[in-house]
């Protein structure tokens, strides 16, 4: 069965500190993104990839990197939360004929 | 980025009645266009989606209509049930260059018993 699977599902991280979120799929898509949501702003893209090795940035790439290092898994990296990161965010996969994304189950990130 | 605009932001209908969403894109090159629900605590799931070949499309209570000259698609909830209560999201995307996926902001749906 298809599947996006996210880790942490929840984190609390300080102003200042390193946060990775990591996302595995097991679909075989070439592509897979980092979508932040928030109240009022819907899902806005970070971050995403179409091949292994390689990143592209979103509508909101500033301060996030993303690391895809094999076709499976695809990480988020905050080098230095800030209070403005706290949102959920979602990973999806899709594959390269332009179907609609699968999404993770999410990540609930609060820095404090 | 594509720009992907979704009214209405909040919908209230009571049970039984029709309930409609309307989205809105820019790029002209958009030519696939899929509906998501998102119910509280959980991730956005796939309910229905069109084509650019395609005007309209029904999968039981749902109808996507697709109007390309206007840049407009449309989704359609009848006969409406309080399990319909969620967050939709519709979404463009253009499989020419990179394959992005833009959202509308969304439409809180609560459907009056």
């Known amino acids: 069965e298809a599947a996006v699977t996210q880790s942490p599902r929840s984190k609390v991280a300080v102003t200042g500190g390193k946060v990775t979120l990591s996302c595995h799929q097991t679909?075989?898509?070439?592509?897979m993104y980092w979508y932040r949501q928030d109240t009022g702003h819907g899902l806005r893209l970070i971050h995403y990839?179409?091949?292994?090795?390689?990143?592209e940035k979103g509508d909101i790439p500033d301060g996030y990197k993303a690391s895809r290092p094999s076709q499976e898994n695809f990480s988020l990296i905050l080098e230095l939360a800030s209070l403005s990161q706290t949102a959920v965010y979602f990973c999806?996969?899709?594959?390269?004929?332009?179907?609609?994304?699968?999404f993770g189950e999410g990540t609930r990130l609060s820095v404090l | 980025g594509e720009q992907v605009e979704q009214l209405p932001s909040i919908l209230r209908v009571q049970e039984g009645s029709s309930a409609s969403i309307n989205c809105s894109y820019e790029?002209?090159?958009?030519?696939?266009f899929p509906w998501y629900k998102q119910e509280p605590g959980e991730n956005p799931k796939l309910i229905i989606d069109?084509?650019?070949?395609?005007e309209r499309k029904q999968i039981q209570e749902l109808i996507v209509l697709l109007d390309k000259k206007a840049k407009r698609f449309s989704l359609h909830i009848t006969d409406t049930q309080p399990g319909d209560s969620a967050m939709y999201f519709c979404?463009?995307?253009?499989?020419?260059?990179?394959?992005?996926?833009?959202f509308g902001k969304g439409t809180s749906l609560t459907v009056i018993p």
């Open positions: 999806a996969s899709s594959d390269n004929n332009n179907q609609a994304p699968l």
């Open positions: 679909n075989n898509h070439d592509y």
């Open positions: 990839s179409y091949v292994a090795d390689s990143t």
């Open positions: 790029d002209s090159a958009s030519n696939y």
């Open positions: 069109i084509r650019s070949n395609m």
């Open positions: 979404a463009a995307s253009r499989d020419t260059g990179y394959q992005n996926f833009y």
